[in-house]
C-alpha cells in the first residue's frame, strides 16, 4: 500500500485545512486508517483514527471537537478536517494504514504497517 498525503500548509490561528490521504494498492477498504503528527523534536503522536467500514473514529484529546477525520472507500481516500487550528498543531502530519486489528491499537505508532510521506501544517499565531 503506497499513501500520500497532501492538504498541508501555513494558516493562521484559528483557521482551518482539510488533510487527504490517497491510497493506492492493496485492499485499503479494509484497513484503518490514522493520522499522526510529529513537531521538531518530540515524538511522534496520535491524532485520529478511523475504521475501515468508517463507523468507528478515534481522537486524541487534543484533537476532539476540532478535528474530523472520515473516509471515502470509494475514491482509497481519508480525510482530516481540522478547524480552531492552534500554534500547537504545527507538525508534519502523517497518515498510516493498519492492516489487521491484530497489530494492535489504533492509537499506537506499533500498530502500524504502512505510512505516508507527511505534509506539513504550521499554524501561525
Known amino acids: 500500500v503506497q499513501l500520500q498525503a497532501s492538504g498541508g500548509g501555513l494558516v493562521q490561528a484559528g483557521g482551518s485545512l482539510r488533510l487527504s490521504c490517497a491510497a493506492s494498492g492493496g485492499t485499503f477498504s479494509s484497513y484503518a486508517v490514522g493520522w499522526f503528527r510529529q513537531a521538531p523534536g518530540k515524538e511522534r503522536e496520535f491524532v485520529a483514527g478511523?475504521?475501515?467500514?468508517?463507523?468507528?473514529?478515534y481522537y486524541a484529546d487534543s484533537a476532539k471537537g476540532r478535528f474530523t477525520i472520515s473516509r471515502d472507500n470509494a475514491k482509497n481516500t481519508v480525510y482530516l478536517q481540522m478547524n480552531s487550528l492552534k500554534p500547537e498543531d504545527t507538525a508534519v502530519y502523517y497518515c498510516?494504514?493498519?492492516?489487521?486489528?491484530?497489530?494492535?491499537?489504533?492509537?499506537?505508532?506499533?500498530?502500524?504497517?504502512?505510512w505516508g510521506q507527511g505534509t506539513q501544517v504550521t499554524v501561525s499565531s
Open positions: 478511523i475504521s475501515w467500514s468508517g463507523d468507528s473514529t
Open positions: 498510516a494504514v493498519r492492516k489487521s486489528i491484530l497489530h494492535g491499537s489504533v492509537y499506537y505508532t506499533r500498530s502500524y504497517d504502512y
